[in-house]
């Protein structure tokens, strides 16, 4: 059928829109690396993005939201990875996996110049108290989403079933671990890298605990 003028197209809206926020996200990440996050404007990043401020306060509600853009639509990337799985997967093993399809799918091959400015983006998060914040936040709606996730693979009441929340802190715990040395290191490219030490190392840890619980 051919399309007319008053047809929608919503998966071309959505990659605009998508697009749209990507550009108003580098816009605001660009000049905090320019003049430090108390000298950002909002007139200054739509400026920057070639959008208008109306365009702007339709997707952000502020500055550090714009800031921190792509590390939310992050998340929501890793979630969606996390749905895909298996359903035959155990819970920590799908958060594993799904921690892995992300970064392959959005840093792998020729995107992975990408994680450099994450990594320029997670050295400064900690030392800004209004981008923490709010990076806290994101990380919190994120989880919850992820417990949701797991709870309806499970088919369980995230309420009474404590595997949904156990793997999810888990599987965050070590995911924030990497990130964090990650920002403290000198190389970009190293978070996969260290994504694999964490959890392996978690591994590790949980294979001496069933050695000492069994020797009790």
């Given amino acids: 059928m051919t399309s007319t003028m008053g047809d929608v197209d919503p998966d071309g809206r959505r990659l605009r829109t998508r ?14 690396a320019e003049r430090g996050f108390g000298a950002l404007g909002v007139e200054e990043i739509a400026e920057r993005a070639g959008v208008t401020r109306r365009t702007f306060s339709r997707h952000f509600c502020s500055i550090e939201e714009a800031v921190l853009g792509d590390v939310d639509q992050d998340v929501h990337r890793l979630n969606d990875a996390l749905s895909r799985r298996p359903a035959t997967e155990p819970p920590l093993v799908a958060f594993r996996g799904a921690v892995d399809d992300w970064l392959t799918a959005e840093y792998g091959g020729v995107d992975a110049s990408r994680l450099i400015r994450r990594w320029e983006l997670f050295r400064r998060i900690e030392s800004e108290p209004a981008l923490f914040a709010g990076y806290q936040r994101i990380r919190a709606e994120g989880g919850q989403e992820s417990v949701r996730i797991i709870a309806a693979r499970l088919g369980v009441d995230a ?3 404590l595997r949904p929340a156990a793997a999810v802190a888990a599987g965050s715990g070590m995911l924030l671990a990497a990130s ?5 290191g000198e190389d970009p490219a190293a978070l996969p890298r260290l994504v694999d030490r964490f959890f392996a190392t978690l591994g590790a840890l949980v294979t001496e605990i069933r050695v000492e619980e069994s020797r009790s």
Wanted: no cysteine.
């Fill in 159 to 161: 309420g009474s079933d």
């Fill in 180 to 184: 964090r040395a990650w920002a403290d």
């Fill in 19 to 32: 697009r749209s926020r990507e550009a108003m996200s580098r816009a605001a990440f660009d000049l905090l």
